[in-house]
């Protein structure tokens, strides 16, 4: 099984609104990937956890609030976004972050819309 | 800083032709080259990876030449099909810092 699920697909939010984006794996991977793609760019990574705990930051605003419960298990926490925030927010994971480990599997990421 | 630039943004190939999609970098220290391939609708899925001491790859219709000197690598697709069409992305890695490319839009047409 090389699946890597999110929900929700989709998610609309106003301004004010608190809203949570899950992502999930069952492959043993220990290292996962939020990125943030605008239509017709490219994926920009924003959190990286490793062992479940975060490794990288790419100076994301703090609207945005990683969490990692435990191995199988990545959320992203949402509060106060932007319209510009609106995108599709992709989920990945890999064994791991050292040599021969770096594999990404993505998973079909949730489209959010802030109003 | 862009640190992996793509050419071309779009690309328009016949079916049975070959594609060809390039990349460059900056940084050295990067030793994991992957490239994605996206549907609309979809995330990126690996096609194929290179590491910096191996100087080609080839996985199916697919293959990879890496030029360290140069710090630029490109994608081949042979006999290009239709059901190639989608969105390709080249990315650079170092410990889970990933940078992508800015893509590449293939249509093979029939």
């Known amino acids: 099984d090389t699946e890597v699920t999110q929900t929700p697909k989709h998610l609309v939010m106003g301004m004010t609104n608190k809203k949570s984006l899950k992502c999930e794996q069952h492959?043993?991977?220990?290292?996962m990937y939020w990125y943030k793609q605008k239509a017709k760019k490219p994926p920009e990574l924003m959190f990286v956890?490793?062992?479940?705990?975060?490794?990288i930051n790419e100076s994301v605003p703090s609207r945005f609030s990683p969490e990692c419960p435990n191995s199988s298990l990545l959320n992203l926490h949402l509060h106060a976004l932007q319209p510009e925030d609106s995108a599709l927010y992709l989920c990945?994971?890999?064994?791991?972050?050292?040599?021969?480990?770096?594999?990404?599997?993505f998973g079909p990421g949730t489209r959010l819309l802030v109003l | 800083q862009q640190q992996v630039k793509q050419s071309p943004q779009s690309l328009i190939v016949q079916k049975g032709g070959i594609s060809i999609i390039n990349c460059a970098y900056e940084?050295?220290?990067?030793?994991?080259f992957p490239w994605y391939q996206q549907f609309p609708g979809k995330g990126p899925a690996l096609l194929i990876a290179?590491?910096?001491?191996?100087s080609e790859k080839k996985e199916g219709r697919f293959t990879i030449s890496f030029n360290k000197s140069a710090k630029q690598f490109s994608l081949h697709i042979m006999d290009s099909q239709p059901g190639d069409s989608a969105t390709y992305f080249c990315?650079?890695?170092?410990?889970?810092?990933?940078?992508f490319g800015t893509g590449t839009s293939l249509t093979v047409i029939p």
């Open positions: 990945a994971s890999s064994q791991g972050l050292t040599r021969g480990q770096e594999t990404q599997y």
């Open positions: 492959m043993g991977h220990r290292a």
């Open positions: 956890y490793s062992y479940e705990k975060l490794s």
């Open positions: 940084n050295t220290a990067f030793d994991y």
């Open positions: 290179i590491r910096p001491d191996v």
């Open positions: 990315a650079a890695s170092r410990v889970g810092q990933f940078y």
